[in-house]
């Protein structure tokens, strides 16, 4: 397995990762019974765990682009030292931006966001060079 494909991998792993973390904080604030239930009403739920669904709203926003990005250099032939590195790079500073987002860390949580878009652009900038 090649390394971008690694780490597409990888993404879609930290993106179901994302999942359970919101849905621990809906269970944790609405109990077994409302999990187990139709969840027809929202319990209240804490700021984390509101941020936990916005990163991952944000991972499934982001994802889509890193994937056809790995596909397409693949498919293409066009791997290399920048597609290896960007593509770890996107895993990292994803997963990152994610703790960040959760933890509340606005700034950071920007700056991790656009490096991690860069890095992407950067997969896909093999495709033209």
């Known amino acids: 397995m090649t390394t971008e494909l690694a780490c597409?991998?990888?993404?879609?792993?930290?993106?179901?990762v994302l999942v359970q973390i919101e849905a621990l904080?809906?269970?944790?604030?609405?109990?077994?019974?409302?999990?187990?239930?139709?969840?027809?009403?929202?319990p209240a739920l804490p700021a984390w765990t509101q941020?936990?669904?916005r990163a991952l709203a944000n991972?499934?926003?982001?994802?889509?682009?890193?994937?056809?990005a790995i596909v397409a250099v693949l498919l293409a032939g066009k791997t290399?030292?920048?597609t290896?590195?960007?593509?770890?790079?996107?895993v990292v500073l994803r997963a990152l931006h994610g703790?960040?987002?959760?933890a509340g860390i606005q700034r950071l949580r920007t700056l991790l966001?656009?490096?991690?878009?860069?890095?992407?652009?950067?997969?896909?900038?093999?495709?033209v060079f």
Do not use: C
């Open 99 to 102: 703790l960040t987002y959760i």
């Open 80 to 82: 290399d030292t920048v």
């Open 84 to 90: 290896k590195d960007a593509a770890i790079a996107f």
């Open 8 to 16: 597409l991998v990888l993404s879609a792993l930290w993106g179901f």
């Open 51 to 53: 941020r936990a669904g």
């Open 25 to 42: 904080g809906k269970i944790h604030a609405g109990g077994l019974a409302w999990a187990t239930g139709n969840r027809d009403a929202q």
């Open 59 to 68: 991972h499934k926003e982001n994802f889509p682009l890193f994937a056809t």
């Open 113 to 127: 966001w656009t490096a991690s878009l860069v890095a992407a652009l950067a997969i896909m900038s093999q495709l």
